[in-house]
């Protein structure tokens, strides 16, 4: 029973550290927490040790379940015989998968090859992108998908209610979130539309002249086209932003900081996340995978061989071990006399 307590608990702690990235790639539950307090207790934060502490915490249990059970773990004696032989179920079980798994890729491709070229014309005409523009100037509306790739939204960013995190750990990586309000915007309103965008990254798809843009002639908006967005200078901006929405993922100390700034999120806010979309034939996930997934085989079989060629010698040392084994309790036995 103890044994099998201490394996669960090696199950738990594995799951614990999944658990725990999963909420640092979201910025949620307790990371997000222990993040907040960091912030607004330090005013900067680590996120590597935030996340081993996390998956500590989650692990807890589990650490001291395993510290309990180990030794009966430990009791029993290794067999070089079954060792011997489970790695050999373990290599060449592996070597089939990733035979197969060559063999899938390939054929996936090939058909996928076979059909782009006796449908050109379906797929010369493919649908492209579609994304909802949205201009809050003449809708207050909480912009929607709705089916969409995206939406295109107009309006007022407000660089100077922003907040600008920076990880460390990640390269030096900021990430920054702003209000995306309408031109009459006061601070006593609230907000419905949250900016995330890396500020590193070309973001804007246009932009007013004037205003702090630095675009062309007063009021006349620059084409279509990538523009960084300087979140150093604090004037409002207009632009208009390409993205996808999700109804609210604000971390809970960038909300908490934006109320204490005196801007409130409104209970149905969403927040755009930048992603500029380009005007080509769209491409679902499958079809991007079709077309590489002849990758698959150059990688799959030469791993297949290596572990086929270590399941092989596993297997000869399995059973000349198997062997040595059998004369011994036959020579025990008296068998040799």
Known sequence: ???????????????????????SFNETGLYAALLGWQLETFGSAELKLTTLATGIIYGLPALITMTLTRSAAQQRTPDPVAGQRNAAIVFLTVAVLLVVAGIV?????????????????????ATAQRVVPVNLDASAAVPSMDGADGVAVTGWLRRDAQYGLEEKGYGGKKTVYCPLVNRRWKASEQVRIFLRADPSKPIALSRAGGGGGGGGPSGMKLPKGFVAVDFETPEPVEVTIEGTTRPGGLPDYVVSFFKKQGVTPASDYVLLEAQPFYDTPRRSGWDQFAETSYLLTYIALPLAFFFGVFGVVSVVRWRKLFAQRQAAEGFNRGDGF
């Open 1 to 23: 029973m103890k044994k099998t307590l201490f394996y669960l608990s090696g199950l738990w702690m594995a799951a614990a550290f999944g658990y725990a990235l999963y909420e």
């Open 105 to 125: 890729g390939y054929a996936v491709n090939m058909n996928y090859t076979a059909r782009q070229q006796s449908e050109p014309v379906a797929n010369a005409t």
